[in-house]
């Protein structure tokens, strides 16, 4: 059974920064893509952020220049550093794997920007 931790979010001002963190605990193949999404109220889940074991990254536009995604293979982690945050980054974020035909969510942290 894969687990996911995440940690990290909270309540920033606009224009501030955060950095979330994922821990990946259990049966985890080498190859595999991680990634951040996020749900804010009344929407769907939208993806954030992805980045493979082999470091291929791709990003939604409207993050694309604030945020950065990385991870540490050795530590099955992965971060999401996201800097001039607006008030519509607002919302849960949850970090996920993949690999084969299998996804593992984590609990979700929730990230607050206000005016």
């Known amino acids: 059974q894969v687990q996911l931790v995440e940690s990290g979010g909270g309540l920033v001002q606009a224009g501030g920064s955060l950095r979330l963190s994922c821990a990946a605990s259990?049966?985890?193949?080498?190859?595999?893509?991680m990634g951040w999404y996020r749900q804010a109220p009344g929407k769907q889940r939208e993806l954030v952020a992805g980045i493979t074991n082999g470091g291929r990254t791709n990003y939604a536009d409207s993050v694309k220049g604030r945020f950065t995604i990385s991870r540490d293979n050795a530590k099955n982690t992965v971060y999401l550093q996201m800097n001039s945050l607006k008030p519509e980054d607002t919302a849960v974020y949850y970090c996920?794997?993949?690999?084969?035909?299998?996804?593992?969510w984590g609990q979700g942290t929730q990230v607050t920007v206000s005016l």
């Open positions: 996920n794997i993949q690999y084969t035909f299998l996804s593992y």
């Open positions: 259990g049966s985890i193949p080498s190859i595999n893509t």
